[in-house]
């Protein structure tokens, strides 16, 4: 995250409202709603593939 | 009419001409580049050669005309939104679509219905009761109407929802209408092709070329093209597209699905919309029932369709009409959805010259159609036609933020002219904040 009191509005606003919308492979957070269980998924968005499902940890990121 | 649909009886050829030319290849340059042939991407053609003498133009569609979200919406226009940048905006639009067949000598089976956005809770009452004064206030007819008044007009629905969501109210809005959504494409691709505009179908756009902050060409799988001009209308695809330019922008995609029902007798004659149980439906001049529910909830770039959709659609529409229930699902199908934060499109100049932006309608780019007179920008020159829409747009510009069409209450047109698809947006939070309590409607 830059910091918001250093970096320009325009580079500040880009951070804050824009984003990748380009079909990828992305890293997502879903949530097994009966377990309530948040996990993260590596989803390709433009077949809707999922590669990989795993709970959060350091090696995760 | 009768007569002339007569020599297509008797004819033992097709006795008119194709409705566009094919031309064989591309030239090397144009004045200006079109990449999507939807209905915004022909009606900006259409307009640039009717009004601005620019005809020089290619329009480029990776698959077919109209293929894409313009053959793929619930084909319902209004223009009742809660904002009063949407509701002038879209009313100029309704106005437009009204006389476009006439224009075209192209039957576009428009067809006013009415439109009752029905109101299940006190607090959906609320919202409509101010979408109606917001409404009447620009002059739109538009009006809060009592549950034995939907049930005159609609006797076939239960009103009690099964008992589960009662209906205690509707926002009527009389203009509410239906058109065959294709041949507004078809109407103003003929229209430009016959000015000259080239419409150059299966021709996929591979990359954009930018030197030095200038638009100066676009690669395209059956060659290079030099343009000065790229106008990106290509619903869906535009972040694609950006990524070519090396532009960001708040957009995102989710898809959205409707279905078909088998033909029947005309029974339905409004336009039903249920924010709450997501459902909207109208009964086409062939007697199909066209429905459709909210967006799918995650970022997909695909059109697939899912069962899922089916089965809670169709559960929905048994609420509210428990008589359908021998009725079969015939077709469905999905477009992808350029969604903006708050819902407003995003159009217009950019950060990069010469690469004019048309985007981030969600699911409200059919009645904008006739409203995608933004050629201004693009031709650059006399812009005297279009000019109450090009103040239309600069006002709602300044005003407003962001956002794409989507049928709650949106906020209206963006230009980012001069703010790199961010500078004003941080309005927009406050207007997502006045939208959380409204229900989609579509």
Not at chain 2, 140 to 167: F, R, T, Y
Not at chain 2, 183 to 208: K, P
Request: net charge neutral.
């Amino acid at each position: 995250m830059p910091d918001p009191k250093a970096v320009d509005d325009a580079t500040w606003a880009n951070y804050v409202f824009n984003r990748n919308g380009v079909a990828a492979i992305k890293q997502e957070w879903w949530c097994h709603t009966p377990s309530n269980t948040w996990f993260l998924v590596d989803r390709n968005t433009q077949t809707d593939e999922v590669l990989r499902t795993y709970l959060f940890s350091k090696e995760a990121l | 009419m009768p007569l002339r649909l007569l020599k297509f009886g008797l004819s033992s050829k097709h006795p008119e001409p194709r409705m566009f030319r094919q031309p064989d290849s591309l030239q090397p340059s144009y004045d200006a580049v079109i990449i999507g042939a939807g209905g915004h991407g022909l009606a900006a053609a259409y307009y640039l050669a009717r009004d601005h003498g620019m005809t020089n133009i290619a329009v480029l569609e990776k698959g077919y005309i109209g293929g894409g979200n313009t053959g793929r919406n619930t084909t319902i226009i209004r223009s009742n939104y809660l904002t009063p940048e949407g509701v002038k905006f879209y009313d100029e639009s309704v106005r437009l679509w009204q006389d476009l067949s006439q224009e075209f000598d192209l039957n576009l089976f428009y067809s006013t219905r009415g439109h009752f956005t029905l109101a299940h809770t006190d607090a959906s009452v609320r919202t409509m009761r101010w979408r109606a004064e917001v409404n009447k206030h620009y002059g739109i007819d538009s009006e809060l109407v009592e549950p034995d008044e939907i049930q005159k007009a609609c006797p076939h629905m239960d009103l009690s929802c099964g008992g589960h969501a009662p209906i205690m109210g509707a926002l009527y809005h009389a203009p509410g209408s239906i058109a065959r959504h294709d041949a507004v494409a078809w109407g103003y691709g003929r229209g430009a092709d016959l000015r000259g505009v080239e419409i150059h179908q299966q021709t996929e756009v591979l990359g954009i070329t930018v030197k030095s902050n200038q638009i100066t060409g676009v690669q395209t799988d059956r060659g290079h093209i030099s343009t000065p001009k790229v106008l990106c209308a290509v619903a869906g695809s535009t972040p694609r597209m950006l990524d070519m330019v090396g532009l960001r922008s708040p957009l995102y995609i989710h898809p959205l699905q409707a279905m078909v029902s088998e033909p029947m007798k005309a029974w339905l004659d409004p336009i039903i919309v249920s924010g709450s149980l997501h459902v909207y439906v109208s009964q086409t001049a062939r007697g199909e029932l066209v429905m459709g529910a909210s967006l799918d909830p995650y970022e997909l770039h695909s059109t697939r369709s899912t069962l899922d959709f089916v089965e809670g659609l169709a559960a929905h529409m048994l609420e509210l009409f428990p008589f359908l229930s021998h009725v079969k699902v015939v077709r469905q199908w999905a477009g992808m959805a350029d969604m903006t934060p708050d819902f407003a499109p995003i159009m217009g100049k950019t950060a990069i010259d010469g690469f004019y932006l048309d985007s981030g309608w969600g699911h409200l780019g059919l009645q904008g159609d006739s409203g995608s007179r933004k050629d201004d920008g693009l031709h650059g020159g006399k812009r005297s036609k279009s000019r109450s829409h090009q103040r239309f747009f600069a006002r709602s510009i300044q005003k407003l933020c962001p956002s794409r069409r989507k049928r709650c209450g949106f906020s209206g047109a963006l230009n980012y002219e001069n703010h790199d698809l961010s500078g004003e947006r941080r309005k927009a939070d406050f207007r997502i904040l006045l939208r959380r309590g409204i229900s989609i409607d579509a």
